[in-house]
């Protein structure tokens, strides 16, 4: 199975600042068509997740465009700049070119 | 709009079947993929298995030889059984849409305890 490695944040995260989350995969994530296979989730308090970034890069629909992914085949990072309120909850990356589909452990981001 | 809602039992007693049912809307089943992903309390998401949009089904080997996943197209639902639960099954069961994820029900809270 891929194992998905996500980092840690140094919270609380001061309000209007940005915040970077990592996350490394045991496995290249680019296929040979140039896509990478790598989503970021958010999960806020109380709710069901919903995908912020598909293919490394793209934001999905309605999402600020404050969040940006970038990465290589196995390095991957989810910025958000100015950080808000509405941002707090736990990030998660996880990979879908195989399977058994993985998640990353979460990401915790807190405002300060 | 694409909707998609769990169904069953709150509580279930240990080595018993876990039976959830996802209803969809906005969708053919016929043409995205659903999956069942799970989460205990306070901890991250597991995948659980998929049933394709052409009847397949794959599941996390982990716990393949518990579960099963099937479909009723007619009704636009999607069924999950697990047999044997134990108390780490205990979590939010959720199903969503197609490899992106991109839609999520609510979510079912599913308590395994005697």
């Known amino acids: 199975d891929i194992v998905m490695t996500q980092g840690a944040l140094p919270n609380p995260v001061p309000s209007g600042e940005s915040a970077s989350i990592t996350c490394q995969s045991s496995?290249?994530?680019?296929?040979?068509?140039?896509?990478?296979?790598l989503n970021w989730y958010l999960q806020r308090p109380g709710q069901s997740p919903q995908l912020l970034i598909y293919?490394?890069?793209t934001r999905a629909s309605g999402v600020s465009d404050r969040f940006s992914g970038s990465g290589s085949g196995t390095d991957f990072t989810l910025k958000i700049s100015s950080v808000e309120a509405e941002d707090v909850g736990v990030y998660y990356c996880?990979?879908?070119?195989?399977?058994?589909?993985?998640f990353g452990a979460g990401t915790k981001l807190e405002l300060k | 709009q694409v909707q998609l809602k769990e169904s069953g039992p709150g509580l279930v007693q240990p080595s018993q079947t876990l039976s959830l049912t996802c209803t969809v809307s906005?969708?053919?089943?016929?043409?995205?993929?659903v999956h069942w992903v799970r989460q205990p309390p306070g901890k991250g998401l597991e995948w659980m298995g998929r049933?394709?949009?052409?009847?397949?089904?794959s599941y996390n080997s982990a716990l393949k030889s518990r579960l099963s996943i099937s479909r009723d197209t007619s009704k636009n639902q999607v069924f999950l059984k697990m047999n044997s639960l134990q108390t780490d099954d205990t979590g939010t069961y959720y199903c969503t849409r197609d490899y992106l994820f991109d839609y999520w029900g609510q979510g079912v809270m599913v308590t395994v305890s005697s």
């Open positions: 996880q990979q879908f070119l195989e399977y058994p589909r993985t």
């Open positions: 293919w490394m890069s």
């Open positions: 906005g969708f053919s089943l016929t043409s995205y993929n």
């Open positions: 496995k290249s994530l680019l296929h040979s068509n140039g896509k990478t296979y």
């Open positions: 049933m394709r949009y052409n009847g397949d089904t």
